[in-house]
């Protein structure tokens, strides 16, 4: 029994130490490498959970070896500390998917009413609606003139409200898929031009899908690395912060991240908090940050919304 232990401890440490500190290291077009590392919070937590009950057993050097596997991402947490501050927040930004929900769009319009938000993405809108719910919808579509709503799969639509005049919309959608269009949109933002990247990508669960996000992916890091000015990403990427694919995005585009654990929050799936992973997001680039990013409240929806505060740089 002692020996299956021995083995066994052995055998978690070596899978925890790829999906952790060596997830640096592993390819980021591989679907299966997608899915595992997507949870390097969980694993994270089990390696301090199995460390903490081999000290407490007094197995000190296997207990450290647990430890040592946190190392990287506690790093990771603590860097870009200590950046010059920006100014005042300028601008309030909310991204959800609803989950083709009658209550979580309910719950949206309330939580957008309460922040006030400047900005709102919504993917997976229900099409159809009740007159009452529908009523709300438009009651806040009034405080936005500059929203539009465009269709995406059937039954659901895409759903964007600005309060900032929209000077250009283009429209990306991988190669053999259609539902899921990416929009690349210029706003005029008091005197700058912010340009504002909103995606609802596939969900990486088959060859076929995983290759459809990645193309949206290469197409949003090309379009970041030959812009100058302002950006801004949003929306539902189904990939999650811990991804290899999700490090390249940050290589390749530029978008300011200087951590993982702290340029991302848990959004999916709301129903099974222990997994909670997070793949909705807003990052900003060029002279534009997000200086204040946090988790909103439960719709209804399978994902949590997220909202940010973003900030210039003059």
């Known amino acids: ?20 500190p060596g997830r640096v290291f592993l390819p980021a077009n591989v679907l299966v490498v997608d899915i595992l590392t997507s949870f390097a919070a ?35 947490l603590f860097q870009g500390r200590g950046a010059p501050p920006l100014g005042e927040p300028a601008i309030t930004v909310v991204s959800a998917n609803l989950f083709e ?24 809108f229900p099409r159809d609606l009740d007159p009452e719910t529908r009523g709300r919808v438009g009651a806040l579509d009034a405080r936005y003139p500059f929203g539009f709503e465009m269709p995406a799969a059937d039954g659901r639509d895409l759903r964007f409200l600005s309060r900032f005049p929209l000077r250009t919309r283009e429209t990306f959608q991988p ?5 899921r269009p990416a929009l690349k949109l210029t706003l005029e933002v008091e005197g700058r031009l912010l340009t504002v990247f909103a995606l609802h990508t596939h969900p990486p669960t088959s060859p076929w899908s995983l290759e459809a996000r990645n193309a949206t992916l290469d197409w949003l890091q090309q379009e970041l690395a030959n812009l100058d000015g302002y950006a801004l990403v949003l929306g539902d990427l189904n990939t ?37 992973t997070p793949i909705d997001h807003i990052l900003a680039g060029g002279g534009a940050e997000v200086v204040n990013l946090r988790r909103g409240r439960f719709t209804g929806s399978d994902h949590f919304p997220v909202v940010a505060e973003v900030a210039f740089r003059d």
Do not use: K, N
């Not at 190669?175 to 539902?179: D, L, V, Y």
């Open 101 to 124: 929900s009658a209550r979580a769009v309910r719950s949206a319009v309330a939580q957008g009413e309460a922040l006030d938000a400047d900005l709102i993405w919504w993917s997976e």
């Open 240 to 276: 999650s912060a811990f991804a290899p694919r999700f490090r390249e995005l940050l290589d390749v585009s530029g978008l300011h991240c200087p951590s993982v654990w702290r340029c991302s929050v848990a959004s999916w799936p709301s129903f099974v908090p222990i997994l909670l």
């Open 1 to 20: 029994m002692t020996r299956l232990a021995t083995v066994g401890s052995l055998a978690l440490l070596l899978i925890l130490a790829a999906l952790l």
């Open 175 to 179: 190669p053999h898929t259609t539902g």
């Open 42 to 76: 969980q694993y994270a937590l089990l390696a301090l959970l199995m460390a903490l009950g081999l000290l407490w057993q007094r197995r000190w050097l296997r207990g450290a070896a647990f430890l040592l596997l946190l190392l990287p991402d506690l790093f990771s």
